[in-house]
Structure formats: C-alpha cells, structure tokens
C-alpha cells in the first residue's frame, strides 16, 4: 500500500472513530463540562444575584445536551419567527433541572425553535439557581444520590419527596421575564392579551408557582409538562391550562390531583397521560407515545383562539 494509501486510510478511520466516540458521549448519562457558551441575544433582566452563591456559572454536557448551573443572572433570550410569519403569540419557556440546573438545550432552545416555526415568539427564560457543589464530580454525585431517592419512591410507589423551596428568586425573574415582554410588545410583535407560559419539570413547578402566586404576571395559558401532579388552590383569575406528563415519570405515580382542582375550578384545562416517555423527554425521544404532546399543545392553542387575533 502507497504512502498515500495508508495517510488516506489512516485519516478515515480516525474520523470514524471520532465520530463514533461522539455518538457515545451524545448517550452516555456522565456529565462532561464544557465552556460557557456564547449568548449574543440573551438579555439581562437585572434581577441581582443569588444568596451565598460561592461558585461561577458553569456549564456541562449530558445525554448530548447542554446545561447551565449555578446561574447567579437571569437572562431572557428572544426567538423570533422568520418575518412575515410570527402570529402575536408568545411563549415563555422555562426550562427544568430541580433548581439546580437547567436543561438549556432540550427543554429551552430547542422548544423555542419549534415554536418559533408555528409563528409563535418565544422566550428562554434562564433563571436564577440554588448553589450546587463547584465541582463537576461533587455535583453529580449528589444528583445520582437524588435520583437513586426518587426511584426507590417510584418502586415503593409513594410520591417522591419533593422539598419545598424558597422559589422568591425565581418568581422574579419570571415576572421582570413578563414585564420586559409587556414592555416591548410593539417592537418585538407581540399581543399582551395571548403572552403565556410553558416550563418543564422544575420549569413546570415555576410555571405553576407563578400561576398561583404571581400579582403582576396575566397570563393567556399555561403548560406544564411532567411537573409536580399535587392538588392546589387555584386563583379565580387562573388560566387555561395545557398539561402533559407520562404514566412512567415518577413524578406522577397516579396522581391527578393539579387537574382535578383546574377542573373543579371550572376552569379549562386539557390534559394529555402518555403510556411511556419516563422524565424529561422535551420534544420527545424515539419510539415514545409522549411525542406528540408539541402537536397536541399547538392545536388546544389552535382551537381556544390564542394563535390568532380577535380577526379570526
């Protein structure tokens, strides 16, 4: 075999080795750092800092996808449609991680993607965190400790302990998130009447703790997807709400009780139980019934008049 043969087949067959260990690190659960990307759209919403937070913002890569923790400046990053095509619409998403990370990737940019292609404006919310360990490794093992806990709640099939949080800091990151969208309404196009709010996991926990606590956000609707399923006083000034969980995420273990109380509210509520997609499964994963929750979600928006103007 010529020099050149064996330069050429060397080089392939590093390429497909790279490519393959690329695919193997995209499906492995251990978290990798990686640097912090670059923002250029994010917006400060000037909300401060976080209480005894010793540590910088770092970022990490698991499953594939990017995440932030110990965020100590929230941020808003506007997603438009392509022009001429944007409906008034918007949505907040606020992405979920316990409080103590957030899931940037598949539980925000990509969302807002995807709603960004039905004409809807979106924005990612990027809210303040809990302080979590400096380290990558000291981080991670406390989060397979908490996961290890929320398995054995599934297996005894009791509802996993969730703490209760001081969720203050958040709360006013989201509701400086509304007023800045309020406030540049014209400019950005949208309809203060249909701005609403869909978050996952612990970002459908924010969703929901704004809905019932919040005195200066109005929001259209609300989407809370595989958050926590309690039972829970609902303001007369609640709005339509959106829910979507799998019967194998073991926050739900049979519970319905947040419907029931949209329901006896009399207020509208729609609510979709998947047959399999675990937790946390954003748009969707493969060979799972819980991927058509998107499709779903844009034709209740679709049916209750929120994609489109009082011209309809």
């Known amino acids: 075999m010529s020099y050149i043969m064996k330069t050429l087949t060397k080089t392939v067959l590093t390429g497909v080795l790279l490519l393959c260990a690329n695919v193997i690190l995209a499906q492995d659960g251990t978290m990798y750092p990686i640097d912090n990307p670059e923002e250029p759209n994010a ?5 401060g800092g ?16 990017p ?4 965020i100590s400046t929230a941020t808003l990053t506007p997603f438009f449609p ?38 809807i404006t979106a924005f990612v919310l990027k809210y303040r965190l809990h302080p979590t360990p400096e380290s990558l490794e000291d981080f991670s093992n406390s989060m397979n400790r908490t996961f290890d806990e929320a398995a054995k709640g599934t297996q005894d099939r009791e509802a996993p302990r969730r703490p209760r949080r001081n969720l203050s800091d958040q709360l006013e990151d989201a509701e400086a998130a509304y007023a800045m969208i309020v406030e540049r309404a014209e400019e950005w196009g949208v309809d203060t009447d ?33 958050g926590g399923m309690g039972e829970v006083e ?61 499709e779903a979600f844009m034709h209740w928006l679709d049916v209750n008049d929120f994609l489109e103007g009082d011209d309809k």
């Open 194 to 226: 249909r701005i609403g709010m869909i978050g996952f996991s612990a970002g459908a926990g924010l969703t929901m703790h704004c809905t019932l606590n919040s005195v200066t956000m109005d929001l259209a609707f609300i989407g809370p997807v595989y």
């Open 43 to 47: 917006i400060p919403l000037e909300t």
């Open 82 to 119: 392509e022009p001429g095509k944007a409906n008034g619409t918007a949505v907040i998403v606020a992405p979920g991680g316990g409080f103590r990370w957030l899931s940037m990737g598949n539980e925000g940019w990509e969302v807002a993607k995807a709603l960004t292609e039905q004409g």
């Open 234 to 294: 609902v303001p007369k000034n609640a709005p339509p709400m959106f829910n979507v969980i799998a019967s194998d995420d073991f926050l739900f273990n049979g519970q319905f009780g947040v419907i029931r109380s949209w329901y006896e509210a009399g207020i509208p509520v729609e609510f979709h139980l998947y047959q399999n997609g675990g937790h946390g499964f954003g748009l969707g994963n493969p060979d799972r019934t819980s991927n058509g929750w998107f």
């Open 50 to 65: 976080v209480a005894g937070q010793p540590s910088q913002e770092t970022w990490f890569r698991q499953w594939g996808d």
């Open 67 to 70: 995440m932030a923790r110990n």
